[in-house]
């Protein structure tokens, strides 16, 4: 009886993402912040209009390839946990820790900072325009902005997912709102700024790693499934399915998005914004001027709400592993939200929006989310020789996980070439977490100091909880 009470009452992931969940997971996190902020960074980075949307088209084909071979990981390996477990299971725990390092000090603030800077940029960019918005300005709204993620998911992880829902809704809406008219012009013959689309006097070669990073930013989320692989309903046939599909429809509104772009903006003006999305609406529909940027920054917000969500399953799986804090992956005993992990992001951020900028952040930590995304596709192939005994309810032909851990670890490599600074630093975050593992992970930590750390991380929930009691009687 009390072993079965304890089986009862066991905490676990339950299985509650259907096939249509599982598509709006996806696209609800592709489509995002990205589109709104890539477009002037791949066409800095590849020199022309047409090359530009060769990149958009070639980017959205990786992400279908790497959505593929994570839905054949998915199937092999039945954790969720993304990444990070993927790469543990099939190269070890040395690459597995390298990620979660990197992961947590690198890619998730980086990514945070990028994200509330567009947000800022947006929020801002019509109250100054035809005038860039002043850079301090547009920070302290990025910091507002995400302040109160942090302050919603601290509070309430309802709230959070009922507020996800709605934006996922106004991004399709702002999207919607940028295709059409942009349509509408080109059916009326304005392909003035697609002349010259291959000029090879801008091409800018040496650059393409970093168009990759923009655009592959752009399209990144196809990856989100994996994060809640634990609550999938019949995985084997809905992961392939759901990432096919969402994938597919992504790359189609993405392509008639950036020609939308094209045929009201020229290749001078994208370059010349500080928000692509503004100035479209300024030349295209002026009733729009105030809507769009709203709608932009209404799904910046929303990215940035579901990266905390999907980051604390990461720290969840990782500390049922044994490789981090088992403070981290705590939740609040009454709201159930990721506290710790949290709170914790907190000055990361903050650091990074203060000190960077979208593109240097984006290539800063892109550089270490896609080598360990190619690093977990290289695992695919590892681990199909490895374990041929094990069933494949779903296998992609060889040369797709091939060809993606190859593309991914050469513009990884040539990345250092086209922005050495800060993919140098990218790469010595990712380095720095050699010592800490051989000294604390490889090593068992001694029982009085595991001990010691379990009583102080009680002892600070009790105090938490008195505060918090304080606070409300007062």
Same mark, same amino acid.
């Given at each position: 009886?009390?072993?079965?009470?304890?089986?009862?009452?066991?905490?676990?992931?339950?299985?509650?993402?259907?096939?249509?969940?599982?598509?709006?997971?996806?696209?609800?996190?592709?489509?995002?912040?990205?589109?709104?902020?890539?477009?002037?960074?791949?066409?800095?980075?590849?020199?022309?209009?047409?090359?530009?949307?060769?990149?958009?088209?070639?980017?959205?084909?990786?992400?279908?390839?790497?959505?593929?071979?994570? $839905?054949?990981?998915?199937?092999?390996?039945?954790?969720?946990?993304?990444?990070?477990?993927?790469?543990?299971?099939?190269?070890?725990?040395?690459?597995?820790?390298?990620?979660?390092?990197?992961?947590?000090?690198?890619?998730?603030?980086?990514?945070?900072?990028?994200?509330?800077?567009?947000?800022?940029?947006?929020?801002?960019?019509?109250?100054?325009?035809?005038?860039?918005?002043?850079?301090?300005?547009?920070?302290?709204?990025?910091?507002?902005?995400?302040?109160?993620? *942090?302050?919603?998911?601290?509070?309430?992880?309802?709230?959070?997912?009922?507020?996800?829902?709605?934006?996922?809704?106004?991004?399709?809406?702002?999207?919607?709102?940028?295709?059409? !008219?942009?349509?509408?012009?080109?059916?009326?013959?304005?392909?003035?700024?697609?002349?010259? $689309?291959?000029?090879?006097?801008?091409?800018?070669?040496?650059?393409?790693?970093?168009?990759?990073?923009?655009?592959?930013?752009?399209?990144?989320?196809?990856?989100?499934?994996?994060?809640?692989?634990?609550?999938?309903?019949?995985?084997?046939?809905?992961?392939?399915?759901?990432?096919?599909?969402?994938?597919?429809?992504?790359? %189609?509104?993405?392509?008639?998005?950036?020609?939308?772009?094209?045929?009201?903006?020229?290749?001078?003006?994208?370059?010349?914004?500080?928000?692509?999305? %503004?100035?479209?609406?300024?030349?295209?529909?002026?009733?729009?001027?105030?809507?769009?940027?709203? *709608?932009?920054?209404?799904?910046?917000?929303?990215?940035?709400?579901?990266?905390?969500?999907?980051?604390?399953?990461?720290?969840?799986?990782?500390?049922?592993?044994?490789?981090?804090?088992?403070?981290?992956?705590?939740?609040?005993?009454?709201?159930?939200?990721?506290? !710790?992990?949290?709170?914790?992001?907190?000055?990361?951020?903050?650091?990074?929006?203060?000190?960077?900028?979208?593109?240097?952040?984006?290539?800063?930590?892109?550089?270490?989310?896609?080598?360990?995304?190619?690093?977990?596709?290289?695992?695919?192939?590892?681990?199909?020789?490895?374990?041929?005994?094990?069933?494949?309810?779903?296998?992609?032909? *060889?040369?797709?996980?091939?060809?993606?851990?190859?593309?991914?670890?050469?513009?990884?490599?040539?990345?250092?070439?086209?922005?050495?600074?800060? %993919?140098?630093?990218?790469?010595?975050?990712? *380095?720095?977490?050699?010592?800490?593992?051989?000294?604390?992970?490889?090593? !068992?930590?001694?029982?009085?100091?595991?001990?010691?750390?379990?009583?102080?991380?009680?002892?600070?929930?009790?105090?938490?909880?008195?505060?918090?009691?304080?606070?409300?009687?007062?």
């Amino acid at each position: 009886m009390g072993k079965a009470k304890k089986e009862e009452e066991a905490v676990f992931l339950r299985k509650k993402i259907t096939l249509l969940r599982a598509f709006s997971l996806l696209i609800g996190t592709m489509v995002g912040s990205g589109i709104f902020i890539s477009p002037k960074g791949v066409l800095k980075n590849s020199g022309n209009v047409g090359v530009s949307l060769i990149v958009w088209f070639a980017c959205g084909i990786l992400s279908l390839f790497g959505a593929l071979c994570y $839905a054949e990981l998915g199937t092999r390996i039945t954790k969720s946990g993304g990444h990070y477990i993927y790469v543990l299971e099939t190269l070890g725990p040395l690459p597995s820790f390298l990620y979660l390092w990197a992961e947590y000090f690198a890619i998730r603030p980086a990514n945070g900072a990028v994200i509330s800077l567009a947000f800022g940029n947006y929020m801002l960019e019509p109250f100054f325009a035809p005038c860039a918005a002043p850079l301090p300005a547009v920070k302290l709204v990025a910091l507002l902005g995400y302040y109160i993620v *942090l302050i919603l998911n601290s509070w309430s992880v309802s709230w959070s997912a009922r507020l996800q829902n709605v934006l996922s809704v106004i991004k399709l809406l702002a999207l919607a709102l940028i295709i059409v !008219p942009g349509m509408m012009l080109l059916a009326q013959g304005h392909t003035e700024n697609f002349q010259d $689309a291959f000029s090879s006097q801008s091409l800018a070669l040496d650059k393409l790693p970093l168009a990759f990073y923009a655009g592959m930013f752009a399209y990144s989320g196809w990856f989100q499934t994996s994060f809640v692989r634990e609550e999938l309903v019949r995985p084997e046939r809905n992961n392939p399915l759901a990432v096919i599909v969402s994938v597919v429809t992504v790359i %189609v509104g993405y392509m008639l998005t950036n020609v939308s772009y094209y045929t009201v903006l020229t290749a001078e003006d994208v370059l010349a914004s500080q928000a692509v999305a %503004v100035s479209f609406a300024q030349k295209a529909f002026q009733r729009l001027v105030s809507v769009i940027p709203i *709608l932009v920054a209404l799904s910046c917000f929303g990215t940035m709400n579901g990266g905390i969500f999907t980051f604390s399953r990461t720290l969840f799986v990782a500390s049922r592993e044994g490789q981090w804090p088992p403070l981290f992956s705590m939740i609040h005993i009454r709201r159930h939200t990721p506290l !710790p992990a949290v709170m914790l992001m907190l000055p990361l951020v903050t650091a990074m929006v203060c000190v960077g900028d979208i593109y240097h952040l984006l290539n800063f930590f892109s550089f270490s989310r896609w080598l360990f995304i190619g690093l977990a596709t290289l695992g695919l192939i590892i681990h199909r020789y490895r374990h041929p005994e094990l069933p494949r309810p779903f296998k992609v032909p *060889l040369f797709i996980p091939v060809s993606f851990t190859v593309i991914c670890l050469f513009a990884v490599g040539m990345s250092f070439y086209s922005d050495p600074v800060y %993919v140098s630093i990218g790469c010595a975050m990712v *380095l720095s977490g050699f010592p800490v593992y051989f000294l604390v992970i490889s090593r !068992p930590i001694p029982d009085c100091c595991r001990t010691t750390f379990y009583y102080l991380t009680f002892k600070l929930q009790v105090l938490l909880e008195v505060v918090r009691q304080e606070i409300r009687t007062y």
